[in-house]
């Protein structure tokens, strides 16, 4: 149970139980984030709900530090403001809800504490690849309704700049030939993906300018099979909004669909397929809303968004020694499968960043540093 004593009076509120008569079940999260106390599935009086508790006070990396600045990516107060402000359900008539909100308590030590619908549905983790393909289309379909809310004064903008400015661990192995030969790395890392990775690196700023110039749409700036679940009638349900805010149309898409196979929900050999259908079926929706813009600028938004896993290549050099952790900490991964696959996925973005190095000049933008 949190060690927190408004607990008690929330359990009875939200469960209707006292609190010694509920069960505490913590739930896979990323514990390093500096935003997140906790996570529990709580279950009193024949009823579930999903507790999760919002701090600026936990000590953390710099990285993931929690941020007071509204507009920062880990604002620590943002997931309260999008379930009580009503933003959670703007896209729920294009079938892409979130959580019903129980409860939202403010606690004595300045932390929050959001009480939400424990949501039964199966995990996208364990979806098929056509399910990922709806999930795609209704994505398409609410971002070209719905724009970018740039009046919010507590939505996230510069996310991928300001994330991935973070994240530093490894840079200096990029070009170091002792770390690409650690027999992990060589063993399992495609050919060619060193030069690619570097490439990509120094082509960063670029993408990043890109990226921001492109069409805006309120993005969720987290989708992966992780945070969605099955709604019932092919509906999809999305939890952790709280880096949501400003981003290009393909963004989210983008962030989606490597996820799936950086921690290993989708085969590798499966990434093109799927990325191609998705993609399809994201423009579809699109334009079954009303967007009438230029498609090579969503293209271009998938594309480049594979300027936010620049980091990731280094932080696998890093860690090359280390034993691999699965999400949330809870047990490990086979360190062969997991450089194998996310080797042949940072090779697939690395072709995705050379289509967005074609296709940017043909929209009037300047040249990648690196050309063509």
């Not at 120094?202 to 989708?223: A, I, K």
């Not at 993609?279 to 998938?302: I, M, P």
């Amino acid at each position: 149970m949190p060690e927190v004593a408004a607990a008690h009076a929330e359990v009875r509120e939200v469960l209707g139980v006292p609190a010694h008569e509920a069960v505490f079940e913590p739930l896979p999260h990323n514990p390093s984030n500096g935003v997140t106390a906790g996570v529990w599935r709580v279950t009193g009086g024949g009823r579930s709900a999903v507790l999760k508790v919002l701090t600026r006070t936990k000590e953390t990396s710099v990285a993931w530090s929690a941020s007071n600045d509204p507009r920062h990516w880990n604002f620590w107060r943002r997931e309260a403001y999008v379930y009580g402000s009503g933003l959670a359900g703007v896209w729920q008539r294009h079938g892409i809800r979130a959580p019903r909100l129980l409860e939202c308590a403010e606690r004595p030590d300045g932390d929050v504490a959001l009480w939400l619908e424990d949501v039964p549905g199966e995990p996208a983790t364990a979806w098929p690849v056509s399910r990922h393909v709806d999930h795609a289309h209704r994505l398409g379909a609410a971002q070209g309704a719905v724009g970018a809310g740039e009046d919010t004064p507590w939505l996230s903008q510069r996310f991928l700049r300001d994330y991935t400015a973070g994240k530093t661990t490894g840079v200096a192995l990029l070009d170091t030939d002792e770390a690409w030969q650690h027999p992990l790395v060589r063993g399992h890392f495609p050919p060619g993906l060193r030069e690619d990775m570097v490439r990509l690196h120094h082509d960063r700023e670029w993408f990043l300018t890109v990226m921001e110039s492109l069409p805006r749409t309120l993005c969720h700036l987290d989708q992966w099979p992780a945070n969605v679940r099955s709604g019932g009638a092919g509906t999809s349900v999305l939890l952790d909004w709280a880096f949501t805010g400003d981003g290009a149309l393909g963004e989210d898409l983008g962030n989606y669909l490597p996820d799936s196979v950086f921690d290993l929900f989708v085969p590798a050999a499966e990434l093109p397929g799927l990325a191609k259908a998705a993609y399809d079926a994201y423009v579809h929706g699109l334009r079954e809303s009303g967007w009438r813009g230029d498609e090579r600028l969503v293209r271009l938004g998938v594309c480049a968004s594979a300027v936010k896993y620049d980091w990731l290549t280094a932080l696998m050099l890093a860690r090359a020694d280390e034993e691999q952790v699965a999400y949330g900490g809870e047990g490990t991964v086979p360190a062969g499968l997991r450089y194998r696959e996310r080797g042949l996925a940072l090779a697939f973005l690395a072709e995705w960043a050379a289509e967005a190095r074609q296709l940017a000049p043909r929209l009037g933008f300047p040249e990648a540093p690196s050309g063509r």
